[in-house]
C-alpha cells in the first residue's frame, strides 16, 4: 500500500540530480510539548499529518507523521500507537495489510556533520491490532554481499550496509511474501514465514533493468554492476502487486512489470517516457493503484530528468503497452480505488474521477458540520472508500465524508488532533511546524481564562510586527467556534500586514488575552 512519501512540503535534493519528496514530520513544537496517552482510546488519531489509509472491513488503519492509529468501528474511536515502546516517535514511511497481518515501515531525520539525513529504522508488524507489536531491522547488507546472483549470470553488487537514505517507500504482498520499494536499497523480497521467525532475515535483491535496458530475463547474458547509485530504475518508489505473479514497480527511472514475480529470477519489461509510442508522462513513478474492475493500472508519473517529461497521472488498460495521461501538471501521491471510482491526492487537491480521467471533481469546502474545524490545506496525501463513506488523508488532518448519493455529496467529520493544553496561560503551540503558507495554514492554539478581549501578532526574529491576526476579539465562549474546554484556534495564511507571503526563516506570534501574562511561540516557514 503506497504510503504516501514520507511526502512533502519541502524537498531534498539527492546526488542522484532528481527531487526527493521530503518526509513529512508530525508537526513538531518549539519549546513545551504536551503530554498525552498515546495507546488509550481517542475520539481522534494523534497526528494531523495522514500518509496513507488503509480500510478492511470496519477497521481503518493509518500510517502517519508520527506512528500509527487503528480504529474498528469506522472511526468512532481509535488507538494510537505513537509513543509507544514499538513506534516512539517515529514517523511512518509505508504501510500494509495482508492476512490480518498489518506492517508498517518507519523513519526519522537523522542528524549528521552533513545536515539532515531521511533514515530507515525498520518494519513493524502486529497479528493482533496492536495487543503486540514485533520489530523487523531496516533491510542493509554484508560487507560481503559485493555479487548477486541472476539467472546465469553473477552480477557485481554494491552492498547498502548503512540504513541512512534507505527508505522503505511502498509495501506490497504476493503469496508467502513481502516486497518493498527502498530508495538507496532498491526493490527486495522475502519470505513472510522466515522474516516473522528470524527477524533478522536477509533480504533478497531484486534485479531489474538497468537505465539504458528495456527489458532482463535470467537466460540474458548481463555484465553490468548492480548499484543502486548509478541507475535511476534501481531507486525504489512504489510497488504493487495485481496477483502472485504480476507485480508493479515504479523508480525514479520508469515503471517495471513482471509476469513472473513467482519465480527466483523475475523477468522485467520497463516504461519509460521515451521507450513507447503511448508512453508515461515521466519516469519517476510516486505511485500505483490498480482497479480490477476494468483490470487498469494507475500511476503517478514526475517529471524526473528529461527534458519533454512532465507531471500527470498516467494509465494503461492493456499492462502498459499503451498509456493514457491525464491531470497533467499535477504532482500525485496515492490512489484511493472503488469499482469505477478513482482519487487521486495531489499537491492541488483530493481529485476524483468515474470516467477515466475524463472529468475530475474535487471536494467542496471540507467542513465539519458539527465542529466547524475545516481541513484548510490543498495537498492530500492519501484516500480509501468505506462503502458509502470515504476516507482523505492531509498534512492538516483526517477527514471523512459519508456520501448520500452523489458524488462529494454528504455530511463530513473532520477529525482534528489537538494536544490538550492546560488552564495556565504559559500553554500554546502552533501546527504545522514547520509551515508552509503555499500549502497550509497555520493554526495557534492557547487558553483563555473565560470569555476574553484576544489579540494574536506575527513578530519576525528581530520582534517586529509582520502582521496582527485579530485584535481585540473575542475569544473563551460559544462566538468563537473553535473554542473548546481545551483550547482556543485562530489562523495565520503565512502573509504579512500587506497581503504578501513572508520568505522563508523563524517568527514568533505573540498571544494577548486580557489581563493575562502574554503568551509566545515560535514557527519555522519552510516554503
Same mark, same amino acid.
Given at each position: 500500500m503506497k504510503k504516501n512519501l514520507y511526502v512533502t512540503l519541502s524537498i531534498l535534493l539527492l546526488s542522484t540530480g532528481i527531487l526527493l519528496p521530503q518526509i513529512k514530520p508530525e508537526s513538531f513544537y518549539i519549546g513545551k510539548k504536551a503530554v498525552i496517552d498515546k495507546t488509550a482510546l481517542s475520539s481522534n488519531p494523534s497526528s494531523?499529518?495522514?500518509?496513507?489509509?488503509?480500510?478492511?472491513?470496519? $477497521?481503518?488503519?493509518?500510517? =502517519?507523521?508520527?506512528?500509527? &492509529? +487503528?480504529? *474498528?468501528?469506522?472511526? *468512532?474511536?481509535?488507538?494510537?500507537?505513537?509513543? $509507544?515502546? %514499538?513506534?516512539?516517535?517515529?514517523?511512518?514511511?509505508?504501510i500494509g495489510y495482508y492476512k490480518g497481518t498489518f506492517w508498517a515501515a518507519t523513519a526519522y531525520d537523522k542528524n549528521t556533520s552533513d545536515g539532515t539525513v531521511q533514515t530507515g529504522s525498520g518494519i513493524r508488524f502486529t497479528t493482533d491490532n496492536g495487543k503486540s507489536?514485533?520489530?523487523?531491522?531496516?533491510?542493509?547488507?554484508?560487507?560481503?554481499?559485493?555479487?548477486?546472483?541472476?539467472?546465469?549470470?553473477t552480477l557485481k553488487a554494491l552492498p547498502v550496509t548503512v540504513p541512512e537514505q534507505?527508505? !522503505?517507500?511502498?509495501?506490497?504482498?504476493?503469496?508467502?511474501? !513481502?516486497?518493498? %520499494?527502498?530508495?538507496?536499497?532498491? /526493490?527486495?523480497?522475502?519470505?513472510?514465514?522466515? +522474516?516473522?521467525?528470524?527477524?533478522?532475515?536477509?533480504? @533478497?535483491?531484486?534485479?531489474?533493468?538497468?537505465?539504458?535496458?528495456?527489458?532482463?530475463? #535470467? $537466460?540474458?547474458?548481463?555484465?553490468f554492476s548492480y548499484n543502486v547509485r548509478n541507475n535511476l530504475n534501481f531507486e525504489g518508489?512504489?510497488? +504493487?502487486?495485481?496477483?502472485?505473479?504480476?507485480?508493479?514497480?515504479? *523508480?525514479?527511472?520508469?515503471?517495471? /512489470?513482471?509476469?513472473? %514475480?513467482?519465480? =527466483?529470477y523475475p523477468s522485467w519489461r520497463k516504461f519509460t517516457h521515451t521507450n513507447e509510442n503511448n508512453p508515461i508522462s515521466g519516469n519517476w513513478v510516486t505511485a500505483l493503484g490498480y482497479n480490477n474492475t476494468d483490470n487498469t493500472i494507475w500511476a503517478g508519473t514526475w517529471k524526473a530528468n528529461g527534458e519533454s517529461e512532465f507531471y500527470?497521472?498516467?494509465?494503461? &488498460?492493456?499492462?502498459?503497452?499503451?498509456?493514457?495521461?491525464?491531470?497533467?501538471?499535477?504532482?500525485?501521491?496515492?490512489?484511493?480505488i472503488e469499482g469505477n471510482q478513482i482519487i487521486a491526492p495531489s499537491d492541488a487537491g483530493a481529485f476524483r474521477t468515474s470516467d477515466k480521467g475524463k472529468d475530475w471533481i474535487l471536494p467542496n469546502s471540507i467542513i465539519d458540520q458539527s465542529t466547524k474545524i475545516s481541513i484548510l490545506t490543498q495537498s492530500f496525501y492519501s484516500a480509501a472508500f468505506q462503502g458509502n463513506s470515504v476516507w482523505l488523508g492531509s498534512g492538516d488532518g483526517l477527514a471523512r465524508i459519508d456520501e448520500s448519493g452523489a458524488m462529494w455529496q454528504g455530511n463530513w467529520k473532520v477529525y482534528?488532533?489537538?494536544?490538550? +493544553?492546560?488552564?495556565?496561560?504559559?500553554?500554546?503551540?502552533?501546527?504545522?511546524? #514547520?509551515?508552509? #503558507?503555499? $500549502?497550509?495554514?497555520? @493554526?495557534? @492554539?492557547?487558553? *483563555?481564562?473565560?470569555?476574553?478581549?484576544?489579540?494574536?501578532?506575527?513578530l519576525d526574529f528581530s520582534m517586529h510586527i509582520v502582521k496582527t491576526i485579530i485584535q481585540n476579539a473575542t475569544r473563551g465562549n460559544p462566538i468563537h467556534v473553535i473554542d473548546s474546554p481545551s483550547g482556543t484556534i485562530d489562523y495565520w495564511d503565512g502573509t504579512d500586514q500587506a497581503g504578501n507571503m513572508v520568505p522563508n526563516g523563524v517568527y514568533f506570534y505573540r498571544v494577548d488575552a486580557g489581563s493575562q501574562k502574554p503568551v509566545y511561540g515560535k514557527i519555522l516557514v519552510l516554503h
Amino acid at each position: 500500500m503506497k504510503k504516501n512519501l514520507y511526502v512533502t512540503l519541502s524537498i531534498l535534493l539527492l546526488s542522484t540530480g532528481i527531487l526527493l519528496p521530503q518526509i513529512k514530520p508530525e508537526s513538531f513544537y518549539i519549546g513545551k510539548k504536551a503530554v498525552i496517552d498515546k495507546t488509550a482510546l481517542s475520539s481522534n488519531p494523534s497526528s494531523n499529518s495522514i500518509t496513507d489509509i488503509i480500510v478492511v472491513g470496519d $477497521t481503518v488503519w493509518l500510517g =502517519m507523521g508520527t506512528g500509527v &492509529s +487503528l480504529s *474498528t468501528d469506522r472511526g *468512532t474511536s481509535w488507538t494510537n500507537f505513537a509513543g $509507544t515502546i %514499538a513506534f516512539g516517535s517515529e514517523s511512518i514511511s509505508a504501510i500494509g495489510y495482508y492476512k490480518g497481518t498489518f506492517w508498517a515501515a518507519t523513519a526519522y531525520d537523522k542528524n549528521t556533520s552533513d545536515g539532515t539525513v531521511q533514515t530507515g529504522s525498520g518494519i513493524r508488524f502486529t497479528t493482533d491490532n496492536g495487543k503486540s507489536w514485533n520489530i523487523i531491522k531496516q533491510p542493509v547488507d554484508a560487507d560481503s554481499d559485493s555479487v548477486v546472483v541472476y539467472g546465469i549470470d553473477t552480477l557485481k553488487a554494491l552492498p547498502v550496509t548503512v540504513p541512512e537514505q534507505n527508505l !522503505i517507500f511502498d509495501i506490497t504482498f504476493t503469496h508467502g511474501t !513481502i516486497w518493498i %520499494a527502498t530508495f538507496a536499497g532498491g /526493490v527486495r523480497r522475502a519470505p513472510i514465514d522466515s +522474516l516473522i521467525a528470524n527477524h533478522n532475515y536477509r533480504w @533478497k535483491r531484486v534485479i531489474l533493468p538497468t537505465d539504458n535496458l528495456d527489458s532482463i530475463k #535470467p $537466460t540474458d547474458t548481463l555484465n553490468f554492476s548492480y548499484n543502486v547509485r548509478n541507475n535511476l530504475n534501481f531507486e525504489g518508489f512504489s510497488i +504493487l502487486a495485481i496477483n502472485d505473479s504480476t507485480i508493479y514497480a515504479g *523508480t525514479a527511472g520508469g515503471l517495471n /512489470v513482471t509476469t513472473d %514475480a513467482d519465480s =527466483m529470477y523475475p523477468s522485467w519489461r520497463k516504461f519509460t517516457h521515451t521507450n513507447e509510442n503511448n508512453p508515461i508522462s515521466g519516469n519517476w513513478v510516486t505511485a500505483l493503484g490498480y482497479n480490477n474492475t476494468d483490470n487498469t493500472i494507475w500511476a503517478g508519473t514526475w517529471k524526473a530528468n528529461g527534458e519533454s517529461e512532465f507531471y500527470a497521472v498516467s494509465f494503461s &488498460s492493456d499492462g502498459g503497452a499503451n498509456w493514457k495521461t491525464t491531470l497533467d501538471q499535477q504532482k500525485v501521491y496515492n490512489f484511493g480505488i472503488e469499482g469505477n471510482q478513482i482519487i487521486a491526492p495531489s499537491d492541488a487537491g483530493a481529485f476524483r474521477t468515474s470516467d477515466k480521467g475524463k472529468d475530475w471533481i474535487l471536494p467542496n469546502s471540507i467542513i465539519d458540520q458539527s465542529t466547524k474545524i475545516s481541513i484548510l490545506t490543498q495537498s492530500f496525501y492519501s484516500a480509501a472508500f468505506q462503502g458509502n463513506s470515504v476516507w482523505l488523508g492531509s498534512g492538516d488532518g483526517l477527514a471523512r465524508i459519508d456520501e448520500s448519493g452523489a458524488m462529494w455529496q454528504g455530511n463530513w467529520k473532520v477529525y482534528f488532533a489537538s494536544q490538550p +493544553l492546560s488552564s495556565s496561560s504559559d500553554n500554546t503551540y502552533a501546527y504545522p511546524n #514547520p509551515f508552509n #503558507p503555499r $500549502t497550509d495554514i497555520l @493554526k495557534i @492554539k492557547y487558553t *483563555t481564562n473565560g470569555s476574553e478581549q484576544v489579540t494574536i501578532r506575527i513578530l519576525d526574529f528581530s520582534m517586529h510586527i509582520v502582521k496582527t491576526i485579530i485584535q481585540n476579539a473575542t475569544r473563551g465562549n460559544p462566538i468563537h467556534v473553535i473554542d473548546s474546554p481545551s483550547g482556543t484556534i485562530d489562523y495565520w495564511d503565512g502573509t504579512d500586514q500587506a497581503g504578501n507571503m513572508v520568505p522563508n526563516g523563524v517568527y514568533f506570534y505573540r498571544v494577548d488575552a486580557g489581563s493575562q501574562k502574554p503568551v509566545y511561540g515560535k514557527i519555522l516557514v519552510l516554503h
